[in-house]
């Protein structure tokens, strides 16, 4: 339960949610109260329209007039039960007037309007039957102020002063309408309920469609972490942002399982470098033990294991080199180099191997004078690598030509052969570790397949590239490029 309430796909879903509960529950609420306040706006204006007709049939038009005007003098009293009159009752248009102030009485008493009619002395001069019994009179409203308000017992009032004082009063009961409106705010809470049930439900299909490859990101990723590294996960046709995560994931596994196989055949490669001479040793030993030999013999085994642990420990060294430069820590020096310099060192190392197998070497860097930032000694044996086997590769009375150079704010060392040259679907290979293109021909350069992979780990230790170009019987370009100082 825990692990689920901590789930990306709950907080989501949580969150999302809780907004839109937020936002159904401010727009039942603002919807209730403008209702509210509409229905109360309408039945005052309503209770204001009815008084307004009133008025002058319950006072006389003339007392609604202010005193200076000459309006009428004050009234006195005609008791409870029907509407009071005026002097000089009993005319045909006293006759009208009563019945029409009847018919509203009546309209009144069906709309559930009742009505008061008073002095300002407080003496009630008219009262509906209606009249409910709580009914407390409000304090009055100035002369000429006529507005519906709600009184504390829940009534909706309309009330009118006239200029003498006298006021009349005409209120509804706004229980029925209040139970209205509340039956009203519940349907708007279960119709808002029900929206959000609605929301939060497809919602919740949406974020959990939507995070489903997570799921099945983590379960391969498991797989892997449990030693399978052929798995990938099944990005499919997905384009969003997962689908790329997916297939950034499968890119970086595919890496990692490239690495770890690199790394297995490596480890492979290097032991069967090393048993090589271990068993030369071990043979030779095991020979001369055997029984008594002249000295010359035991002289010969000597030779015989001195130059095969010379080639262990050889080995050993370029293993241990490739092996600082996987940990990055291959190059510890940041001089400026002369790669003219370095260029001449390497040609001045190389030229007894190249007059041995009458291989021409000629260098055209004498007037290079630029510097890059690095490691003297590596940059040496990157070049060295390149011009051996520019020498070793190549044929009686071949040629090796050396260029230096610069391109842009990058400087270039070139090692150009008449050489064998490489085949076309090898040369993607030749810089991986042990690898050699011709096995048979290797043991006779006793090359280990390890020179131009430390070239590459020195060049890149100084964020260089190094690329060859070859043709079989042609020969053979590395060309190798750095950053200037
Ligand atoms: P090795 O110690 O065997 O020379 P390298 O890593 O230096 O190992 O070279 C890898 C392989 O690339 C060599 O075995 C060789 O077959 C090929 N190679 C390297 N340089 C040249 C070249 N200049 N001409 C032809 N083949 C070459």
């Known amino acids: 339960m825990r692990s689920f309430t901590s789930s990306i796909r709950w907080r989501i879903f949580t969150f999302y949610t809780g907004l839109i509960a937020i936002a ?70 006293r006759e009208e007037e009563r ?116 799921g099945v990101i983590g379960a391969t990723a498991e797989r892997i972490a449990a030693g399978d590294l052929s798995e990938r996960i099944d990005v499919g ?39 090589t001479p271990v068993a030369a040793i071990l043979a030779d030993c095991q020979y001369a033990l055997k029984k008594d030999r002249p000295v010359e013999r035991y002289l010969e085994t000597i030779e015989v294991c001195h130059e095969s642990a010379q080639h262990m420990r050889s080995l050993i060294d370029r293993l241990g080199l490739l092996a600082k430069f996987d940990a990055r820590d291959g190059t510890e020096q940041r001089d400026a180099v002369s790669l003219r310099e370095a260029s001449e060192y390497a040609v001045s190392q190389i030229l007894p191997v190249a007059d041995e197998r009458r291989v021409r070497v000629d260098a055209e860097c004498s007037d290079f004078h630029v510097d890059v930032r690095g490691d003297r000694l590596r940059l040496r044996q ?38 064998v040259g490489i085949p076309k679907e090898k040369i993607g290979r030749v810089f991986e570790r042990f690898y050699r293109v011709d096995e048979s021909r290797n043991g006779k350069t006793g090359g280990s397949g390890l020179g131009l992979a430390i070239c590459r780990s020195i060049v890149q230790a100084h964020g260089g590239t190094v690329t060859v170009e070859s043709e079989v019987g042609v020969g053979s370009c590395f060309r190798m490029e750095l950053p200037l100082a």
């Open 237 to 275: 046709s997905q384009r969003s942002e997962l689908g790329k995560l997916a297939m950034i994931l499968n890119t970086t596994f595919g890496r990692l399982q490239e690495a770890l196989q690199r790394q297995v055949r490596f480890t492979a490669d290097a032991s069967h470098e090393l048993r």
């Open 382 to 419: 990157a070049i060295l690598n390149l011009l051996l086997n520019a020498v070793v590769y190549n044929r009686e009375d071949g040629w090796v030509r050396l260029r230096c150079g610069q391109v842009e704010d990058r400087a270039f060392v070139e090692v150009e052969d008449g050489g």
């Open 99 to 214: 019945a029409r102030l009847k018919r509203m009485a009546e309209a009144n008493l069906r709309a559930g309007v009742f009505a008061v009619a008073m002095r300002e002395t407080n003496e009630r001069i008219y009262e509906s039957k209606n009249v409910p019994e709580d009914f407390l009179v409000p304090p009055a409203l100035p002369f000429g102020e006529r507005r519906a308000r709600r009184t504390g017992e829940g009534y909706l009032i309309a009330d009118s002063t006239t200029p003498r004082g006298d006021r009349l009063i005409l209120g509804i009961s706004m229980t029925a309408l209040d139970e209205k409106s509340s039956r009203d705010l519940l349907n708007g809470v279960g119709a808002g309920l029900l929206v959000l049930g609605v929301v939060a439900g497809v919602g919740f299909v949406i974020v959990s469609r939507g995070l489903e490859p997570v």
């Open 24 to 93: 159904v529950g401010l727009l039942v609420a603002i919807n209730h109260v403008s209702a509210v306040r509409m229905m109360e706006q309408v039945e005052g204006l309503s209770l204001q329209a009815r008084m307004m007709d009133m008025l002058p049939f319950v006072f006389g038009a003339r007392a609604l007039r202010p005193i200076e005007e000459g309006g009428e003098g004050r009234q006195p009293p005609r008791g409870r039960g029907g509407p009071p009159g005026r002097r000089g009752e009993g005319g045909p248009d």
